[in-house]
Structures are given as structure tokens and as C-alpha cells.
């Protein structure tokens, strides 16, 4: 190859690039607009790349987007802690997508406030 490095370059552009591409971002959310959610959860979802629950609000079901598993764990935060049935607050941002989804910035739950980002 006449261009060993830029070879190397390119390729780890690109991979750089599709993990950029695969992590969606924050501008889909109103930052300007804070809410919050007093609910019991009605589902979770412990998985990557970002931990969810199901809530009811203004009788839809709101899907709280919360923060990756191993933030949540860093936390103190555990499946155990908002699993169905449990009640928390929710305050965060609702997306400019999706009528019935927020992102949140903290949870509550049992009375101890937990940061999220």
C-alpha cells in the first residue's frame, strides 16, 4: 500500500465514527420544559444503552429514559430499587419526538434522590 497510515487513519474513522452515529444525543429533548412525574413504575428495562421505566402520567404511559446500567449501579440504584409497582418521581425533560417521553435528570425513590447524569 503506497499510504500505510492514512489506510490506518481512515480506518479508524470510521469505526470512531459508527459508534458516534449509534449513541443518539440529548437535542431531542426540551430542556427548557421541566416536568415531573409522581407514579408507580409499571415496567423497567435494565439493559444498555440506557436503563427505562414505564410510568403513568395524565393517563398515558410515559417512558422515563434514565441513565446506562453501570451509572445507574455507580449511583446506588439497583433493579431491585424501581422495579414494578414502586413509586418514585421522575423530573427531567419531555422529548420533542415522542409525545409520552422524558428524559430524566433524577429519580426518587423511598425518599432518596438520585442524579442521573
Do not use: C
Amino acid at each position: 500500500m503506497k499510504y500505510p497510515l492514512f489506510g490506518l487513519f481512515f480506518s479508524g474513522a470510521l469505526l470512531t465514527g459508527g459508534i458516534a452515529v449509534a449513541h443518539h444525543g440529548w437535542g431531542s429533548y426540551d430542556a427548557a420544559r421541566p416536568i415531573s412525574i409522581t407514579s408507580n413504575v409499571q415496567r423497567t428495562s435494565w439493559e444498555n444503552p440506557h436503563v427505562t421505566v414505564v410510568v403513568s402520567h395524565q393517563n398515558k404511559s410515559w417512558d422515563a429514559v434514565l441513565a446506562p446500567p453501570f451509572r445507574m449501579s455507580a449511583r446506588g440504584l439497583n433493579p431491585d430499587l424501581i422495579k414494578p409497582g414502586t413509586p418514585v418521581q421522575l423530573e427531567g425533560y419531555p422529548s420533542t419526538r415522542t409525545d409520552t417521553e422524558m428524559r430524566a435528570e433524577r429519580i426518587i425513590v423511598g425518599g432518596k434522590t438520585y442524579e442521573l447524569r
